[in-house]
């Protein structure tokens, strides 16, 4: 039995959940800092790392999209026209 459903992707490394995980406690601990010396307030601190924490992957989430985008584009003009083809 053929199935089309694509596989299960799963990563080997934990690496890109750690970093994850990493760039959200320095972003609370960086709001912690600046609350502390006084550079902003300390409500701005916390309502800023989830904005940041929101927003960051959206952009992220549309750059990658556009370039594998861009990737797929030159793959589909890399095959013949039976196996894909591009929409213009």
Do not use: C
């Not at 934990?14 to 502390?36: E, I, T």
């Not at 790392?49 to 370039?67: C, H, T």
């Amino acid at each position: 039995m053929q199935t089309t459903d694509m596989p299960i992707t799963v990563n080997a490394s934990a690496a890109p959940d750690q970093l994850a995980s990493a760039v959200r406690a320095l972003l609370v601990a960086a709001g912690g800092f600046m609350a502390g010396k006084g550079w902003i307030d300390s409500d701005v601190a916390t309502a800023a790392v989830p904005v940041i924490l929101i927003v960051g992957p959206l952009i992220w989430a549309q750059v990658s999209a556009r370039y594998f985008h861009a990737q797929r584009v030159v793959l589909a003009n890399a095959v013949p026209d039976a196996v894909a083809t591009v929409k213009e």
